[in-house]
T-cell receptor, first 114, second 114 residues
Framework: AQSVTQLDSQVPVFEEAPVELRCNYS??????LFWYVQYPNQGLQLLLK??????LVKGINGFEAEFNKSQTSFHLRKPSVHISDTAEYFC????????????FGKGTRLHILP | GAGVSQTPSNKVTEKGKYVELRCDPI?????LYWYRQSLGQGPEFLIY????????DSGLPNDRFFAVRPEGSVSTLKIQRTERGDSAVYLC????????????FGPGTRLLVL
């Protein structure tokens, strides 16, 4: 079974400052890793995903994440945030050898301060 | 192209009533998933269809919950004898098929049981 831990439920950041949203996972099998974003009153949107290959993954809106197998982490980063990045961010994992469910973390709410 | 659509967007019902929630996946997607997102939580897996059959229903919380996908496209999630604890946002997602790891989410149905 897999599980995902997002260590911060809320992260306040000043506009144009860098941000890191932390994610750790546990799994006994090989996994795919995802970050989804949920803007206010909108559905979940895929931000980026790690399937294989380079451990640094670039996504939409200037976000990137780094897969660290030894630390079982997949932290999300952005060098300079904008007010439009205000949203809930979900880290997620799925079993690489199955086609079924995605396991989500509880989410991190990103607050951008003016 | 149209994304995943869900109807209704909001549903208010009374405790003990029966409700149906509908999901229209992206055209051609053979895999369909239902998740439930309670307030302040990440989405939790309910059931996964590959074509017309339920490949994994291990996330359904009890036998009051049932889902169908009779023609391999539209799916309906059915909840009998609703309880206040069923109040949540019900999310539907689809993917092109086996070994397609990315799931595309609909906007959700917000269910409120009074």
């Amino acid at each position: 079974a897999q599980s995902v831990t997002q260590l911060d439920s809320q992260v306040p950041v000043f506009e144009e400052a860098p941000v890191e949203l932390r994610c750790n996972y546990s799994s006994s099998v090989s996994v795919y890793l995802f970050w989804y974003v949920q803007y206010p009153n909108q559905g979940l949107q895929l931000l980026l995903k790690y399937l294989s290959g380079s451990t640094l993954v670039k996504g939409i809106n200037g976000f990137e994440a780094e897969f660290n197998k030894s630390q079982t982490s997949f932290h999300l980063r952005k060098p300079s945030v904008h007010i439009s990045d205000t949203a809930e961010y979900f880290c997620a994992v799925s079993d690489r050898n199955r086609d079924d469910k995605i396991i989500f973390g509880k989410g991190t709410r990103l607050h951008i301060l003016p | 192209g149209a994304g995943v659509s869900q109807t209704p967007s909001n549903k208010v019902t009374e405790k003990g009533k029966y409700v149906e929630l509908r999901c229209d996946p992206i055209s051609g997607h053979t895999a369909l998933y239902w998740y439930r997102q309670s307030l302040g939580q990440g989405p939790e897996f309910l059931i996964y269809f590959q074509g017309t059959g339920a490949a994994d229903d291990s996330g359904l919380p009890n036998d009051r919950f049932f889902a169908v996908r009779p023609e391999g496209s539209v799916s309906t999630l059915k909840i009998q004898r609703t309880e206040r604890g069923d109040s949540a946002v019900y999310l539907c997602a689809s993917s092109p098929g086996p070994e397609q790891e990315t799931q595309y989410f609909g906007p959700g149905t917000r269910l409120l049981v009074l």
